[in-house]
């Protein structure tokens, strides 16, 4: 199958590839799994002390388009607040990496993703 010339970018060069460490206080971390395919999505947040989320980091395991949906949205989570992270949709990850109906799934991933991460962090912090 071919990919987009944008999953390719993505793919070939990853952005915020990596984990934080657990000491760090200020992380919230997602793991999400696509039954679909049973590729594999971890993704972290580091939120700041205004709330706005200033670094990010993923590992994923699975498909070209998966690991380019989540270094993508590391990308667009930096400088968003956790409620603006919530309104990433795989909609708009699909659409910006051209990705084809087969692989939307892989962009639900990134979009479960940035929930689960949002979602820890919040349980954590108690907001
Ligand atoms: Fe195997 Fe995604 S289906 S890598
Ligand atoms: Fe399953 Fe991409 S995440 S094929």
């Given at each position: 199958?071919?990919?987009?010339?944008?999953v390719?970018d993505?793919?070939e060069n990853?952005?915020?590839v990596?984990?934080?460490?657990?000491?760090?206080?200020?992380?919230?971390?997602?793991?999400?799994?696509a039954p679909?395919c049973?590729?594999v999505?971890?993704?972290?947040?580091?939120v700041n002390d205004?709330?706005i989320?200033e670094?990010?980091r993923?590992?994923?395991?699975?498909?070209g388009?998966?690991?380019?949906?989540?270094s993508?949205?590391?990308?667009?989570?930096?400088?968003?607040?956790?409620?603006?992270a919530?309104e990433?949709k795989n909609?708009?990850?699909a659409?910006e990496?051209?990705l084809?109906?087969?692989?939307?799934?892989?962009s639900i991933?990134?979009?479960?993703?940035?929930?689960a991460?949002?979602k820890?962090y919040?349980d954590?912090?108690g907001?």
């Amino acid at each position: 199958m071919a990919y987009s010339e944008k999953v390719l970018d993505h793919y070939e060069n990853p952005r915020n590839v990596g984990s934080f460490s657990k000491d760090d206080g200020n992380i919230g971390t997602g793991m999400v799994g696509a039954p679909a395919c049973g590729d594999v999505m971890k993704l972290q947040i580091r939120v700041n002390d205004s709330g706005i989320i200033e670094d990010a980091r993923f590992k994923t395991y699975g498909c070209g388009s998966a690991i380019a949906s989540s270094s993508l949205v590391t990308e667009w989570v930096k400088g968003k607040t956790l409620d603006q992270a919530l309104e990433i949709k795989n909609s708009a990850i699909a659409e910006e990496l051209a990705l084809p109906p087969v692989k939307i799934h892989c962009s639900i991933l990134a979009e479960d993703a940035i929930k689960a991460a949002v979602k820890d962090y919040k349980d954590k912090h108690g907001s």
